[in-house]
């Protein structure tokens, strides 16, 4: 099967058969130290793998491109994710978009992926949808992946079902341990951690924000009766210092639940994930989730809300809930009895 850099090739050679160049924002290596989906999903391109096509990546989109492509340059410029929560930011877009439509003037040709159906952030939210959709005019071609977002973002976005094709997210490189074995490593290097012996281990991985819906988890596991763990790792995203506080202090009104609220080492992520019994995922609002992706990298079950590219998701380690009450219902069902 082709590799996501494979596929991604296909799809810009049938753009521009001449390709000699393909620019991607944001920085992959800025992006990476948070994040490793541009990395992954680039990685041919960036170890020469892709005959013939040079690969050039930055935040700041520099005019040069626009110079570049007009003195004859073979281009194409691949652009990741798109909101603004703040002046700088709004700034940075209105910058992007003129500089964006010179180069689609000069020949060049833009992909955009959509990773989101707003920013999670939400600030200016009808602002945010206007511009989206005025951004939405400018590429050739929109990278999804999943077919699901298309029937979700096409009529929001107003764009038409031939510009999508689908690139799946890239699987995460897993490194495996037994349950045992990740449970040791695990409790010694954070004794606070208190794990069960007999008890299921519930997971809840990565950055705390809003939009995950991990307060409103804690305090539906805090009403179910029995015995088990919930284990909430990850550092607190910016602009969500109030909601941290927050999650912490209902945290502390039951036993049951460990809050480990700071960067996780990339070494340790592998202790965690193998040690867990099921990952837990409550986002109130998701398109794509790279942590779904990282939990079944590692053969994990997950439970997911039924939304977004989650909707095809399928298999006995798939448990989905379509609200609140249907969550309940699975945390329950999976608790031993007290």
């Given at each position: 099967m082709a590799t996501a850099a494979e596929q991604l090739s296909e799809e810009y050679r049938r753009l521009n058969p001449a390709l000699e160049k393909v620019y991607v924002i944001p920085d992959i290596a800025r992006v990476s130290a948070q994040?490793?989906?541009?990395?992954?999903?680039?990685?041919?391109?960036?170890?020469?793998?892709?005959?013939?096509?040079?690969?050039?990546?930055?935040?700041?989109?520099?005019?040069?491109?626009?110079?570049?492509?007009?003195?004859?340059?073979?281009?194409?410029?691949?652009?990741?994710?798109?909101?603004?929560?703040?002046?700088?930011?709004?700034?940075?877009?209105?910058?992007?978009?003129?500089?964006?439509?010179?180069?689609?003037?000069?020949?060049?040709?833009?992909?955009?992926?959509?990773?989101?159906r707003q920013p999670h952030q939400g600030n200016h939210p009808a602002l945010n949808r206007r511009l989206r959709r005025l951004w939405a005019r400018l590429p050739h071609k929109v990278h999804l992946h999943c077919p699901s977002a298309g029937r979700i973002v096409g009529p929001?976005?107003?764009?038409?079902?031939?510009?999508?094709?689908?690139?799946?997210?890239?699987?995460?490189?897993?490194?495996?341990?037994?349950?045992?074995?990740?449970?040791?490593q695990l409790q010694?290097?954070?004794?606070?951690?208190?794990?069960?012996?007999?008890?299921?281990?519930?997971?809840?991985?990565?950055?705390?924000?809003?939009?995950?819906?991990?307060?409103?988890?804690?305090?539906?596991?805090?009403?179910?009766?029995?015995?088990g763990c919930l284990l909430i790792a990850?550092?607190?995203?910016?602009?969500?210092?109030?909601?941290?506080?927050?999650?912490?202090q209902s945290?502390?009104?039951?036993?049951?639940?460990?809050?480990?609220?700071?960067?996780?080492p990339e070494n340790q992520v592998p202790l965690f994930l193998n040690s867990a019994d099921y990952l837990v995922f409550n986002y109130e609002d998701i398109l794509n989730s790279g942590g779904v992706v990282l939990a079944q990298s590692y053969r994990k079950p997950v439970i997911v809300p039924d939304m977004g590219c989650l909707q095809e998701l399928s298999g006995e380690d798939v448990h989905k809930f379509s609200d609140q009450a249907g969550l309940r219902r699975i945390l329950q069902g999976l608790l031993s009895p007290a």
């Open positions: 994040n490793s989906y541009l990395f992954l999903l680039y990685r041919e391109f960036l170890e020469g793998s892709i005959p013939g096509v040079l690969l050039e990546s930055f935040s700041f989109l520099h005019p040069r491109i626009v110079w570049r492509r007009l003195r004859g340059e073979q281009s194409l410029l691949h652009h990741h994710w798109f909101e603004f929560h703040n002046l700088r930011t709004f700034l940075n877009v209105l910058w992007k978009l003129f500089w964006l439509s010179l180069y689609r003037l000069a020949g060049g040709k833009i992909v955009w992926t959509i990773h989101n929001e976005l107003g764009i038409a079902a031939e510009k999508f094709f689908v690139v799946a997210h890239p699987p995460y490189p897993a490194r495996l341990l037994s349950r045992e074995e990740a449970r040791r010694s290097a954070y004794p606070e951690i208190g794990l069960p012996e007999s008890a299921p281990l519930l997971m809840m991985f990565g950055y705390i924000a809003r939009y995950k819906g991990i307060l409103a988890t804690v305090e539906l596991f805090r009403q179910l009766e029995g015995r990850g550092p607190v995203k910016w602009g969500n210092t109030e909601y941290g506080a927050a999650l912490r945290a502390t009104e039951d036993p049951r639940i460990v809050l480990i609220d700071r960067y996780i």
